[in-house]
């Protein structure tokens, strides 16, 4: 029986670069999602098979679309799905991922990271307490602010203000180059340069969090999903998996969820 007791099976931070959620009901099939990946086992540890090959680890990051299967045996786990085109994400490729597809934290790391979730991620209720937490897991994993963009220019803010500005379901690259008078190309490269995020992600990632900031304010999947400006509900969650590796049920289910 597992010694970590919630009322929730899942419990998701939706931040602006990455989701990071515990669980207990993670068992998944071979799948890849476009996000880096941080897989720390509360409990026991994490079961894990990558192209073939079987891992049992406590603490492991992993490449961006990397084929996997999970085995979490009723047993909590913390994920961290970290944007690959963020600044955040292209630190953790260069410092982690150079070599393998796939690293083992250290006893250190997992240890402190573990501590980190037992001790707050299960009761925290505002975000300033999760950013709090969120920076003391970048500085476990040697990820400190200086490696990130600096502070926003005139030129993003405004780009920011447009794109909150433009409905969901009309929100492309190409509206918001037209609402700012940039090229695509010359707005796309601004924003990575300054935000240390690709524009392309962000919008999917802003529609994302938008659907389910819906769901749990009580809306049906199919109406948060249009609301949010995906095509369809199949659209949504096939983006969903593509980018979680869950089903949009699956995370709304018995969970709890803060935007922070």
């Not at 799948?31 to 540890?45: A, F, K, P, R, W």
């Not at 490729?93 to 796939?102: C, E, F, N």
């Not at 340069?193 to 809306?219: M, Q, R």
């Amino acid at each position: 029986m597992s010694a970590i007791m919630s009322p929730y099976d899942l419990i998701v931070y939706f931040g602006s670069d990455h989701v990071s959620f515990l669980t207990n009901k993670v068992d998944a099939d071979n799948h890849s999602h476009n996000y880096i990946q941080i897989t720390i086992g509360l409990e026991e540890d994490v079961a894990i098979t990558v192209d073939g090959v079987a891992y049992q680890a406590s603490g492991l990051i992993l490449h961006s679309n990397i084929v996997h299967e999970l085995q979490g045996h009723g047993q909590w786990q913390w994920y961290m799905l970290i944007n690959p085109e963020s600044a955040f994400g292209e630190h953790l490729k260069r410092t982690y991922l150079q070599h393998s597809p796939i690293y083992i934290l250290t006893s250190n790391q997992i240890e402190e990271l573990t501590h980190l979730a037992i001790q707050h991620l299960f009761s925290l209720q505002q975000a300033m307490e999760y950013d709090r937490i969120w920076n003391e897991c970048k500085h476990i994993l040697s990820m400190t602010d200086d490696n990130l963009p600096p502070v926003l220019d005139e030129r993003i803010h405004h780009i920011m203000q447009a794109l909150e500005s433009i409905s969901l379901p009309q929100l492309t690259v190409k509206t918001l180059s037209k609402k700012v008078f940039l090229s695509e190309s010359r707005l796309s490269h601004l924003f990575k340069d300054k935000i240390g995020i690709s524009l392309a992600s962000y919008i999917v990632h802003h529609k994302l969090e938008h659907a389910f900031h819906a769901v749990f304010s009580g809306k049906p999947l199919t109406d948060a999903a249009m609301e949010a400006g995906f095509n369809s509900p199949s659209h949504f969650s096939k983006t969903v998996r593509d980018k979680l590796g869950m089903t949009a049920r699956t995370i709304v289910q018995h969970s709890r969820y803060l935007k922070v």
